[in-house]
């Protein structure tokens, strides 16, 4: 079995250097990474022989293109020798790019892998700068993958490999969606030496300084929750886990999942009333709103030992795991049908519902009744039971309301309800034809009657309660003529 051996150069002062790395590098078919890095004048003086990958790094057009090459390189010399040591700078399991390559690719039943360990640059960083210990941890990023989504402000963090200004420029970029840009921060890079030399700077200066290189990197230190500029969902649960708390706001504690419900209601029709309006701040307000309404009976769920908020977040991603297996499964779909009817499937084997009328009785009854009839006609139209045309659902109309009408001339109040509930029902038929949801235009007509009423009390001459239905009718004509965009 061939064997590949990784070893940690540590930051770059020889110092560093562990017995047994120095032992491995001096035994033969020797690999660094690169060049550039303080051990290396150590290195030859103690007569080590090695070659390095710095021609791939000039060669390739991109990162990936150059650490795929230098994979191929390391494994093609391993299987010509039997035995390769690879340099790496600081630990080879700290930020490594090549290593986590290396150790992805490599057939283990061909090569045996080892690695010696070497003191982190991250950790000889923090060291250098001397902060307090967190007892949180430490987070180690890398520049060249650096995003917003993997910043976690609640603890010490170290970036990598922020080899340029331009890179730097880049980082300060994302750095700049959590922290503030006052805030302190620390560039640390090694000396000739190999020893570390840092500098205190605000955050927002980073990119303004031209001694980057390989060695360069970034200790910011831990953010109070208060001092953010912007905010993601764990900060979202850290200021409901406050308002909660023994110390917190008496009116959030009194709370309970009944007190709320109907707050999650009013806030879905904000949502809605913005998404109708297309403003765009007052979308992203009042879906702050309905999130926090979540957040908010996750807490309380936590605190009854129900369940807390990474039940709900498990919950959601799993379903939408099992019922997408044409995204993370081998099921193909042709179209957006088929995919409805996996969904509906999956839904139906995971409740357990066996039977048709149990998939229509497991529509919530608290729904609003447009939006209920909408929802099991569309239920039961899954299994043929339908009009083939919408001609036939827009003549069941007109039969509904000439049984109203027989129903109102028989004065029976129960008749009534009942063929206004069946004419109803017809009409939301009708809209599942149309591609329209009831509920929604019902809505908007609703909304369209209040401004055109809001014209005529406008235009009347007098008031409303002084004029006969026909002086207010031709009003009414008048505003659904009027060329305004309200009316």
């Known amino acids: 079995m061939k064997k590949i051996t990784i070893v940690g150069l540590g930051p770059g002062n020889p110092d560093d250097l562990t017995l047994g790395a120095l032992k491995a590098l001096g035994g033969g078919n020797t690999i660094i990474r690169t060049q550039m890095h303080g051990v290396v004048p150590f290195l030859k003086e103690e007569g080590i022989t090695f070659s390095s990958l710095d021609d791939l790094y000039e060669s390739s057009d991109t990162f990936e293109e150059a650490y795929s090459a230098m994979v191929e390189r390391i494994v093609d010399k391993a299987r010509a020798t039997g035995e390769v040591v690879l340099g790496v700078p600081g630990h080879p399991m700290m930020g490594e790019r090549l290593v986590l390559d290396l150790m992805t690719g490599l057939d283990r039943d061909e090569f045996e892998l080892s690695i010696i360990p070497g003191v982190s640059r991250d950790g000889a960083a923090t060291a250098a700068i001397v902060e307090k210990p967190s007892l949180e941890g430490l987070k180690i990023l890398m520049a060249p993958e650096l995003d917003t989504d993997k910043i976690d402000t609640d603890i010490a963090t170290v970036v990598l490999d922020i080899d340029s200004p331009l890179t730097a420029s880049e980082v300060k970029l994302h750095l700049l969606r959590a922290y503030p840009p006052e805030l302190e921060v620390y560039i640390c890079k090694n000396e000739e030496d190999g020893r570390i030399r840092y500098k205190r700077i605000a955050l927002h200066e980073m990119d303004r300084l031209d001694e980057y290189d390989y060695t360069t990197c970034l200790y910011i230190p831990p953010v109070k929750l208060r001092d953010l500029e912007e905010f993601d969902f764990r900060d979202l649960v850290r200021v409901m886990d406050m308002l909660r708390s023994p110390d917190g706001c008496p009116w959030d504690r009194e709370q309970t999942h009944e007190s709320l419900r109907q707050y999650l209601l009013e806030e879905t029709y904000e949502v809605l009333e913005a998404f109708d309006l297309k403003d765009t701040y007052k979308i992203i307000e009042e879906l702050g709103d309905v999130l926090l309404q979540v957040v908010f009976h996750a807490r309380i769920g936590s605190e009854h030992g129900e369940f807390d908020i990474r039940d709900i977040t498990t919950g959601i991603c799993r379903k939408m795991i099992d019922r997408h297996p044409h995204i993370f499964g081998d099921v193909k779909v042709e179209d957006s049908d088929q995919v409805l009817d996996n969904w509906e499937k999956i839904k139906k084997k995971e409740k357990g519902l066996g039977s048709h009328t149990q998939i229509l009785k497991d529509i919530p009854p608290v729904l609003p009744a447009l939006m209920r009839a909408y929802k099991v006609q569309k239920k039961a139209a899954l299994v043929g039971f339908d009009w083939d045309r919408i001609e036939d659902a827009l003549s069941k109309v007109r039969e509904e309301l000439l049984e109203l009408e027989d129903a109102y001339r028989s004065g029976e109040q129960d008749k009534i309800d009942e063929e206004l509930g069946d004419l109803l029902f017809s009409v939301v038929n009708v ?42 009718d031709k009003l009414w004509n008048d505003a659904k003529m009027a060329c305004f965009r309200d009316f």
């Open 431 to 472: 809209a599942r034809f149309l591609k329209v949801e009831p509920e929604l235009s019902l809505r908007a007509t609703t909304e369209k009657f209040i401004r055109r009423f809001e014209y005529i009390e406008k235009m009347a001459p007098r008031p409303l309660e002084e004029m006969s239905l026909e002086d207010m």
